[in-house]
């Protein structure tokens, strides 16, 4: 009966239509040992056994929607470097469509390498270029991007703050999907002061919450719930908002007004990198095609607590969902 359930969510999701736009990253992971302390300086010399590679950023985004099911576009910027092939692709692999028109020569793949010895990341190495280099949507372009976006089921706007999103284009990108009723999730991003309201779906981290509302939590703080859902919505107006609490879970406030709390479904935390982005693409996913916030939001949390029990960046599939102990805290009449 729960599998039959799920099932059928699942079938649903896989009819969407759904283009996400964001900054496009490479996940490099340089797998080793430390084997001696280097002659040089006194830094550890890592022996490398493996190099990993993975879809970071909105590419995981939309990795993690295609493997949902969805019809799956990405709108964003690559180089035509060494990277930029690595990022087609495995986009390619994963059934996520890139055009031609988001390949650059003049702007460099934005990669994050991490040196990991033993499961422990020992430092990270990024390549990326100036902010303005990744802004999209500033030409000719606009048209066609705000056309797709009218005819797509879902839009997602990933930002992670490398210059994708500005607030130059974004507020012309969610009134083109008000315009086509297409539903539109954001992941915001504070550093960048987006300017928006209207949104379907908000999913920041629990320190993004906060400072999108100009309280700066320290460690151990305790999470102001009320205070952040309602200032939220006062600023923002989004229709459903969730906070990502990492290995705690989830809080989503459901377009009743109704907030949740969802405990972590994973049964050993690894990695939370990348498990956002699982979130949004679920809670969206889910909510596209009607399903109510506190459901959707079991759903994407099931889904993230797969994610982090892997090591690295990851994506949930339609297969690990069906396979999940877990399907049974969703309601049997999904």
Do not use: W
């Not at 909105?58 to 493997?67: E, P, R």
């Not at 906060?210 to 999470?223: I, R, T």
């Not at 972590?264 to 699982?278: C, I, L, P």
Request: with cysteine; proline share 3%.
């Amino acid at each position: 009966m729960i599998i039959r359930a799920v099932e059928k969510l699942l079938d649903r999701i896989s009819r969407l239509r759904v283009l996400v736009i964001g900054d496009i990253m490479l996940d490099h992971y340089i797998v080793g040992d430390v084997v001696r302390i280097s002659p040089e300086a006194p830094v550890p010399v890592v022996a490398v056994e493996n190099d990993r590679y993975a879809l970071g950023a909105a590419a995981n985004v939309a990795l993690n929607v295609s493997q949902l099911g969805c019809a799956t576009e990405i709108i964003g910027k690559i180089g035509i470097d060494s990277g930029g092939v690595l990022v087609e692709n495995m986009l390619e692999g994963g059934k996520v469509f890139l055009d031609r028109s988001c390949k650059f020569s003049d702007v460099s793949t934005i990669t994050k390498a991490r040196v990991v010895v033993r499961g422990q990341q020992l430092c990270r190495i990024d390549r990326e270029g100036k902010k303005s280099d990744y802004a999209i949507g500033s030409d000719a372009s606009l048209g066609e991007i705000c056309e797709k976006i009218r005819i797509a089921d879902a839009l997602i706007l990933s930002d992670y703050a490398k210059g994708t999103l500005t607030n130059g284009n974004i507020g012309k990108f969610i009134g083109a999907a008000l315009e086509g009723n297409t539903f539109v999730a954001i992941d915001p991003k504070p550093a960048n002061g987006l300017k928006f309201s209207g949104v379907s779906l908000m999913t920041p981290n629990k320190q993004e919450a906060a400072q999108l509302v100009g309280l700066d939590l320290l460690h151990g703080d305790e999470f102001p719930m009320d205070e952040i859902c309602e200032k939220i919505c006062e600023r923002f107006s989004p229709k459903n908002f969730a906070v990502t609490l990492g290995a705690d879970g989830m809080v989503i406030r459901e377009e009743s007004g109704k907030i949740l709390q969802i405990p972590t479904y994973a049964r050993e935390v690894f990695d939370v990198s990348g498990a956002g982005d699982t979130v949004i693409a679920c809670l969206t996913a889910a909510l596209a095609v009607g399903e109510s916030g506190s459901r959707a939001a079991k759903f994407a949390n099931i889904a993230a607590g797969i994610v982090v029990s892997k090591h690295g960046t990851a994506a949930i599939s339609a297969a690990e969902l069906l396979r999940c102990e877990h399907n049974h805290l969703l309601n049997s009449d999904l």
